[in-house]
């Protein structure tokens, strides 16, 4: 349930940013804070996509499947990053530490959401058991 209200609570705020930009666009043309919000935008969907990609293609083993999608999406943020400017040459290491800022608590709450479902999901069935044997 928290991770659905989360997904929707961030689906509706992008949704209302992208709106909220656009009017900006259309009324004072593109100024580098527009341009900033259309290419995180832009980011995200194609993190998605890589993201999406890696876990058809391997899932196998969890942690490898976690460390293949963190390292490519580093690399695929360090470039898009590098060629939108948003890194000097001197610092293209933070790529990496915004992925692992971002990837880590992310990855964490995301742990919790599943082991209480499974727990909800466990309790459930021990319910059933339970009902079944009485009657």
Sequence with gaps: M???ILKKTFLFAAIIILV??????????MK???MLVYEIFILSFLVTVIQHFVKQVIN???LI????????VSVFVFLY?????????????????YVAMVYVPAYFLDM???????NYINAQLERIRNNEKAG
């Design 65 to 72: 499947n976690i460390m293949i999608e963190y390292a490519s």
């Design 32 to 34: 580098p804070e527009i």
């Design 81 to 97: 990053g590098y060629f939108v400017e948003w890194f000097l040459k001197s610092n293209w290491w933070m790529a990496f530490v």
């Design 112 to 118: 919790a959401v599943v082991k209480r479902d499974i």
């Design 60 to 62: 196998a083993y969890f």
């Design 20 to 29: 909220v930009f656009s009017f900006s666009l259309l009324l004072i043309g």
């Design 2 to 4: 928290l991770k659905e």
